[in-house]
């Protein structure tokens, strides 16, 4: 799977601008109240970029955005791209250390949330489709953690069926 690929899936569930002041990542503090209520655009959200102007970000700066600070930092030239495909949409919906420390997690290795060549190692030594469904379980177990689970969980759920739908494809 190529970034290009990756990108027309992800912004199936990155949806336009949205404003909730619900959602702590709508605020450039990252918490719910905290700094000033910037919202997310294309899943580019103000808590991670607060000097961004979310508002009128392009479809095409979000593109780059996703390549340079994402893409290219979560190992995508050196795991295979089922796994970085899942990796990266965790990523931007619960944040890089979070879905790196569930990836680890998942191939049994001390999680510190750093892709790097012992991660990469482990990885490469799993079972292709072990490494996916275990990261996927730990995606939800993640999820249904969170104190916003009641408000948003619906959503993530249906997002993670997507994804074990197109993990089924890039194995």
Known sequence: MTF???FERLIGHEGGY???SKDPGNWTGGKV???ILKGTKYGI???TYPNLDIKNLTLAQAKQIYKKDWWDKL???QLHSA???QLWDFAINAGKKRAVMELQQAVNIKA???IGPKTIAAV???NLNDVLLTLTAERLRFYTSLGTWPTYGKGWTNRVADNLKYAAKDN
Request: charged share 20%.
């Open 112 to 114: 510190d949330g750093i």
């Open 18 to 20: 949205s404003i909730d």
């Open 4 to 6: 290009d690929q990756a």
């Open 33 to 35: 109240g905290v700094g």
């Open 124 to 126: 490469q030594n799993e």
């Open 45 to 47: 959200a103000a808590n």
């Open 83 to 85: 796994i970085v495909f």
């Open 75 to 77: 190992g995508a030239d």
